[in-house]
């Protein structure tokens, strides 16, 4: 299930769709795969309905799942279809690295994580 981290300055749903992205990215989560209720998320997340509806909102706008009335909301994402550039992935890299020396940590923390 979800964790949610309520000590952190990122937002609950950002939180929750960062989650079910890394699950899909790591094959957790594969295509015809069903994510799990709203209310079930929100239930034991402790968290509003809404929270987890916006989460899910952006991965269907991004076009990794898709709500279908009836039968939930299933991941249709193949990796080759939502893959980052080299030079996206660069940028991304670099942001991290800066948040890791703002908050005090050194390139070997970052290195580590990337693992």
Same mark, same amino acid.
């Given at each position: 299930?979800?964790?949610i ?20 990215? &790591?094959?957790? *989560?594969r ?16 968290? !509003?309905? !809404? @929270? ?7 991965? &269907? ?11 939930? @909301? ?5 990796? &080759? ?8 992935? &660069? *940028?991304? +890299?670099?942001?991290?690295? +800066? ?13 580590? *994580? *990337?693992?």
């Amino acid at each position: 299930m979800i964790s949610i981290d309520a000590s952190s300055p990122t937002p609950l749903a950002e939180q929750i769709r960062r989650a079910v992205r890394r699950d899909i990215a &790591e094959g957790r *989560l594969r295509a015809g795969s069903s994510l799990p209720p709203v209310r079930k998320v929100a239930a034991a997340a402790g968290v !509003n309905l !809404n @929270t987890v509806a916006r989460a899910y909102r952006a991965l &269907e706008e991004e076009g990794l799942v898709s709500a279908v009335r009836g039968r939930g @909301t299933e991941v249709v994402a193949v990796r &080759e279809r939502h893959g980052a550039s080299r030079r996206d992935l &660069e *940028l991304r +890299a670099r942001d991290l690295a +800066a948040d890791a020396s703002l908050g005090g940590h050194d390139a070997r923390v970052v290195r580590s *994580l *990337l693992r």
